[in-house]
């Protein structure tokens, strides 16, 4: 009875004191939350999720790349049946192909120019020796026209504008990423929680890939195919119609 009396007396009863620990709690957890909803507002996590969104470009980049490098098989054998004359040119393109599919850069590595330029390196050479294998199929009609070949061609060039867009979208992440560790509020974070991050390299193409194969109209069709027409003109034909 006494007890009871006391307890109605100061006002605290036993149900009042599970809610007055609720909210006790729930008071200190504000300044936490406000803490957290500040950092948030100042960029804390900018760093992070742009370099995973530069890191997910790259893994773009790289499988359309390899993407490329699982076509070229099937029309280098495509080629070899028809254009079995053009062995250096084939040769070049197999080896091409090994040598870019050897080299792999891991997100880790992306902050080292040289280790980037090496893969932009061996895929230029890669992108060359292409060329130049689709050049040398204009003196094969018989090749043009093949259903397979034709097929094989058209995945190449939408892989090849696929891979243009890849790698325009990792460069524009990298500068973005880039131009956080360097402005502010993000070089404030660079320097303390985030040191140890490092700029990343953008991905520059081969100047060999840049430029167009030398091509030798010169060379005769080989023995056994059908040469193109020669384009006639259209003043010649004018010409030999007035002689006439």
Same mark, same amino acid.
């Not at 007890?3 to 100061?10: C, D, E, F, G, L």
């Not at 194969?213 to 384009?231: E, H, Q, R, Y």
């Given at each position: ?48 999720? +742009? ?146 991050? +490092? ?46």
């Amino acid at each position: 009875m006494l007890r009871s009396a006391r307890a109605r007396s100061t006002g605290v009863t036993n149900r009042g004191l599970p809610l007055n620990r609720s909210i006790s709690t729930a008071l200190r957890l504000i300044p936490v939350a406000a803490l957290a909803v500040g950092l948030s507002g100042c960029g804390v996590n900018t760093i992070p999720t +742009k370099e995973e969104m530069a890191k997910a470009k790259w893994a773009d980049v790289q499988n359309y790349y390899q993407r490329r490098a699982d076509l070229i098989p099937n029309l280098v054998a495509t080629v070899q049946g028809y254009a079995k004359q053009e062995r250096a040119v084939l040769d070049e393109v197999t080896q091409a192909r090994a040598s870019a599919t050897q080299i792999k850069v891991d997100p880790s590595q992306l902050s080292d120019p040289a280790q980037v330029q090496k893969f932009a390196n061996a895929q230029g050479a890669l992108t060359q020796a292409l060329g130049k294998l689709l050049v040398a199929n204009e003196r094969y009609p018989e090749l043009k026209s093949n259903a397979n070949f034709l097929a094989l061609q058209s995945q190449l060039e939408g892989t090849e504008n696929r891979i243009a867009v890849a790698r325009n979208d990792y460069n524009e992440a990298v500068r973005d990423y880039n131009t956080t560790l360097h402005t502010f509020p993000g070089v404030f974070w660079a320097s303390t929680l985030y040191h140890s991050e +490092k700029a990343m390299t953008p991905f520059a193409a081969a100047d060999t890939a840049q430029a167009a194969p030398k091509v030798n109209f010169d060379i005769a069709a080989p023995a056994g195919s059908t040469p193109a027409p020669a384009a006639t003109s259209p003043s010649t034909t004018t010409s030999n119609s007035t002689t006439k």
